[in-house]
């Protein structure tokens, strides 16, 4: 069977969607202990903007209460690591499932993925929201 990969793709002018795994070990001050997930997805990511794809990027952060999230589950210690490790802006966008402004050659994070409601239970409309954002989802 052959997988496809983001590098056989052609990206160009194309809005790509990463679901990543940055559920990383923090300190009570959420500072990042262990950033192993996080430099994983630096060549998927580079290879998406290098190739002048719009990538937005979202993950998961613990287990919180849908439609509610707290400081400690943001994301946004993990936007700043990212952006240090691709040495350019990664905003972190709130409110993303109505769209993401993003320009090809560009990256946002997009807030913990688990508060949005419907996410624990698969629900088919914010499926189809997610959807509607890309034009690939990796």
């Not at 998927?44 to 952060?61: C, D, E, K, P, Q």
């Not at 769209?99 to 409309?125: F, I, S, T, Y």
Request: net charge neutral; hydrophobic share 45%; with cysteine.
């Amino acid at each position: 069977m052959h997988v496809l990969k983001l590098t056989d793709l052609d990206l160009a002018g194309k809005r790509v969607f990463i679901r990543a795994d940055f559920n990383v070990p923090q300190n009570a001050d959420g500072s990042i202990v262990d950033d192993t997930r996080i430099r994983a997805t630096v060549p998927g990511i580079r290879a998406a903007m290098n190739a002048g794809a719009a990538v937005m990027v979202t993950s998961h952060l613990g287990r919180p209460s849908e439609g509610a999230c707290r400081p400690e589950d943001s994301l946004a210690p993990m936007a700043r690591r990212l952006a240090e490790l691709l040495a350019c802006p990664v905003p972190l966008r709130t409110g993303w499932t109505e769209g993401v402004e993003v320009a090809p050659g560009e990256v946002v994070l997009l807030e913990n993925c688990r508060c949005n409601k419907g996410e624990k239970k698969n629900d088919d409309a914010l499926a189809r929201k997610l959807a509607a954002l890309c034009d690939i989802y990796a």
